[in-house]
């Protein structure tokens, strides 16, 4: 297998459209408060774009650290039935994926650096809590991935600080319409995690991993999988409250049909194969989610 390979499977791309996703969000609210209130100023572009490379490296860290931290715990078993973990398996050196962790950290470090200097210094704390937490989740003494909290992290992190930090950095202020459209974003991107969980929840159980998956057990966290979905789609339209137009509302649900499949495969099945197509599928609809819900906002 080709190192490039090896990399790109440590850095799970399925589960990349959490950390991109909310910065698209954010980032077009921002622009349509630009254009539709005339305010003074013109979209960012230079803090989008370290807004996105900050985002999509915090997520890559935190899915590196997780690989190096549950092969240390021995998490990872041969009976696994998700993709390959590159630690667990041999492909790359414990000490490698270490580096690589903290490269892909010290690159959203210095995009934090950048929206420092050109926004403020609170960014910079932002930054540093969420690569915290990315480092938290399965490493350090008491993971609390472990104790069934990753889905709280995952929706606090890439659901309402993404979204929200995203037009920050644009207006340098808070207001009503990202929050409102945060709270969907980090549903949807929580139930990513919840069918990675169900997915593992035996061995999890196995390991002594307690996610909130093996502490729900299988068919409640189904059920708690198909409400957040459904949640996520029911709430969008609440960004109407903050005075934005009938279309961002309204947009996000061209990805309904999407969801049929990940839903079917969670409610159903049980193998590896149909439920590591259910997680692509999953990012697939927050990618989709999100996008339609931004250039809605955007034009």
Do not use: C
Request: glycine share 10%; net charge positive; no cysteine.
């Amino acid at each position: 297998m080709s190192p490039l390979r090896i990399w790109l499977m440590a850095s799970r791309p399925r589960t990349l459209p959490a950390g991109l996703a909310p910065v698209f969000v954010g980032s077009a609210a921002a622009y349509h408060q630009l254009e539709q209130f005339a305010l003074g100023g013109d979209f960012r572009w230079d803090t989008f774009a370290a807004a996105l490379i900050g985002a999509m490296f915090i997520q890559i860290g935190t899915n590196l650290a997780n690989d190096y931290s549950d092969a240390r715990r021995g998490t990872d078993t041969e009976d696994r039935l998700g993709p390959v973990r590159v630690t667990a398996s041999g492909l790359a050196a414990p000490r490698r994926v270490l580096h690589a962790t903290w490269g892909a950290f010290a690159v959203a470090a210095l995009a934090g650096l950048y929206l420092g200097v050109e926004v403020g210094p609170e960014i910079v704390a932002v930054g540093v809590v969420s690569i915290a937490a990315g480092v938290l989740y399965t490493g350090g003494p008491r993971p609390y991935g472990y104790e069934g909290l990753g889905e709280v992290f995952v929706f606090v992190f890439f659901g309402l600080v993404a979204v929200n930090g995203s037009y920050y950095v644009q207006l340098e202020e808070l207001d009503l319409a990202p929050f409102l459209l945060s709270i969907p974003i980090g549903l949807m991107s929580a139930a990513i995690l919840v069918v990675n969980n169900v997915r593992d929840i035996d061995t999890d159980r196995r390991a002594g991993k307690r996610t909130l998956a093996v502490r729900l057990g299988r068919e409640r966290t189904r059920v708690l999988f198909a409400a957040m979905v459904a949640l996520a789609f029911l709430l969008q339209p609440l960004v109407l409250l903050a005075g934005t137009d009938w279309a961002p509302a309204l947009a996000a649900f061209l990805a309904a049909p999407l969801a049929l499949r990940p839903l079917r495969a969670v409610r159903t099945r049980t193998d590896g194969p149909a439920l590591n197509a259910a997680l692509a599928q999953a990012g697939a609809l927050l990618a989709v989610f999100a996008l339609a819900a931004a250039i809605a906002l955007a034009i």
